[in-house]
């Protein structure tokens, strides 16, 4: 079964977030791949920026990704997908609570 962590941060660097996210889940013993970023033109003349990241358990199985979307408003979509078969909900529980207790401040409530 997936488990799926859906956050909207305000002023939040993309890149900082990704690397935030890649911190927290080696912690937790997940394998994080390289960060995939790319930026896109707006007609406006800003730019918007998605950070794409797989994860890996130590045995090479991936359990998960993580998508983040910056947007030149200000906002930055976070959606992390983890199986939760291959890493256990005490994994995906711990990386949920230290994002929380780290960027709770910045988030948006809705």
Known sequence: MTVQIRKTYRDVNPEMLCDEIR??????????GEAKLQTYPLPSGAT???VT???????QKEC??????GSPKG???MILDLDEKLLG????STLQEDLDFILSSYELKW
């Open 75 to 77: 906002e930055t979509k």
């Open 64 to 69: 998960g990704s993580a998508h983040i979307v």
């Open 23 to 32: 911190g927290l889940a080696q912690k937790q013993g997940i394998i994080a």
């Open 53 to 59: 990241m797989i994860f890996q358990t130590e045995d």
């Open 48 to 50: 918007q920026s998605r």
């Open 89 to 92: 909900q005490e994994k995906i």
